[in-house]
């Protein structure tokens, strides 16, 4: 089985074609798509290429756009009466890998 390990948004994400994974927000609306150029490591049936070796991209399409589900932060001080809420939503996009190259 072919896999790759890529890097967007400052993170790292081992794939393989047809997967499907959510990084961070994209330009880009659903069914644009996207090529992957910073590729740090392959394998395929005859081992592994990784570092400066890897002259590879990755191939995908954008599947949707949206925000991942709330993260709240709640305080809470007893018998004080105080109570606050903090609440953030981080964007990304769903994209599917369809090769790798």
Known sequence: MQYAVIVTGGKQYKVAAGDEIFVEKLEGEAGDKVTFDQVIAV???????????????????????????????????????????????????????????
């Open 43 to 101: 394998a395929d049936d005859n081992g592994i290429k990784a570092g400066a070796d890897v002259k590879a991209t990755v191939k995908g399409e954008i599947v949707k756009q949206g925000k991942n589900k709330k993260i709240v932060v709640f305080k809470y001080k007893a018998k004080k009466g105080y109570r606050r809420t903090n609440g953030h939503r981080q964007p990304y996009t769903r994209v599917r890998i369809e090769e790798i190259g």
